[in-house]
Structure formats: C-alpha cells, structure tokens
C-alpha cells in the first residue's frame, strides 16, 4: 500500500519507520511532538507507519483464520497485536498523535476480535486486547478533532471518524463503564453531523468524492450495528444515507 509494493517489511515490523526513506521516529508523549517531527517533508512520509497501525491486515489475518482454522493466522494475528501494543504505549508514540488513526484502527480492532475470539489463543489475549480498545475509547473522548475558523467550530471527515469509532466501541464494547455514554454521544453526534455535514442531495460537504465514499462509511457502519440491535437511527438519518 502506499507505494510500499514490493519492499520486505522483514521478520517483524518496525511500527516507527517509514521504509520507504528509511525514517525512523522517536517515541515520545503523544503531545510532545511537534509539526515538523511528525511531517519533516524531503520525502518522508508518515503515513505509511500509521496505515501499517491502523490494523487492516489484522481484519485480514483474523478472516483468514475463521474461514480455515488454520493456527498459523490466529498466531500471526496475535504476534502482530502484541508488537504493536509493546511499541506504542498508551498515549506515547507516533500513532496516539491523529485521533483520527486510533478511531479507524479500534473499530478494525473491532471487527478483527469478532472473527478471532474463539482463537486458542483468544483467553490469553483478551485482557489486553480489551483493556486497549477502552483505552483507544478514552483517546477519542478526549481529542476530538475539533478546530476554529471565523470564530466557529470546524469539524469535517476526521472529527466524523471520530464520533463514528465512538459510536461503535460503545455500542460493542458493553461491559466497559463508558460504554452507555460513548454510544449515546456517538450516536447523538452522528445524528446532528448527517443533518449538518451532508447536502439535501445526498453528498458530503467536503466537495470530494474521496471523502464522499470515506463519509459513506462512516456514517453506515454504525448504522448497521445499531440496527443489530434492533434498534435504529432516525427517518431523516436513513434518508440521507440513502440518498
């Protein structure tokens, strides 16, 4: 992805490099980086670290080990997992510094548990794997990605991932005490932002069909969820969806 093509990431990754440069970024607290570290330009792209962190091969690995039950996914799977989790520390590191990336990665890390919890290795795993996603939640909660333009509030598809990813853990993640607050919140704001963010035909406000499809998801996938449980978003949310 991202230009990467065939180059070999090696026996495990190194989740603060870009290999393409060779870039390597110091960990630190998430809020002590600044501009310039994070996006030093001349070639070197952070994106390829944090895509390799949003987790979508996770998804991947845990399909692949529920379609064959085949060891050798559910064990890549978790070795990956614990990679990660021992590199980037709660709130430390180049991955906690876009609320944006933490939302897309815990509902990927969502999706991945449905599929893999009943991996032999499941039992081992879950405590941290849970306690994790929560704390991903509290990360969301706490910085929104929220700006000022004109004296106004200025929110747009990352603020959208945002309440979207909050919406999901709360409305999956039920044993976690936030749970009830973060569905509730995210489903509210997700309600006022379909009303807010998308035009009478139907298309997102941003005027780019990237985020346009971007958008389309965001706003589907918790309502998919939520009418799981047999309950539903309103009339004028599903219309617009639909538009």
């Known amino acids: 992805f991202l230009g990467v093509n065939g180059k070999n990431w090696g026996s495990k990754f190194d989740w603060y490099t870009d290999i393409i440069s060779n870039h390597n970024w110091n960990r630190t607290f998430y809020k002590d980086y600044t501009v310039d570290e994070l996006i030093p330009r001349n070639g070197i792209d952070i994106k390829i670290p944090w895509e390799l962190a949003r987790m979508h091969q996770l998804v991947i690995l845990a399909q692949a080990w529920f379609l064959t039950k085949n060891n050798k996914y559910s064990e890549e799977f978790f070795s990956q997992w614990n990679s990660w989790y021992e590199s980037d520390p709660f709130c430390e590191g180049i991955h906690w510094t876009n609320t944006m990336e933490v939302a897309i990665r815990s509902v990927n890390i969502i999706t991945a548990i449905d599929l893999i919890s009943s991996a032999p290795e499941w039992s081992k795993n879950k405590d941290i794997i849970l ?101 539903k978003f309103s009339v004028s949310y599903a219309d617009k969806l639909e538009k």
């Open 131 to 231: 306690n994790s996603l929560r704390q991903h939640g509290k990360f969301i909660e706490h910085n929104l990605e929220l700006g000022i333009e004109n004296n106004k509030i200025s929110k747009g598809n990352h603020y959208l991932a945002n309440i979207c990813a909050m919406a999901i853990i709360g409305m999956s993640c039920k044993s976690f005490p936030e749970s009830e607050r973060w569905a509730k919140v995210g489903i509210g704001a997700l309600e006022y932002e379909m009303n807010s963010m998308v035009t009478s035909d139907g298309f997102f406000f941003e005027s780019s069909t990237g985020y346009h499809r971007l958008s389309i998801e965001l706003f589907l996938f918790p309502y998919i969820i939520l009418m799981k449980s047999e309950q």
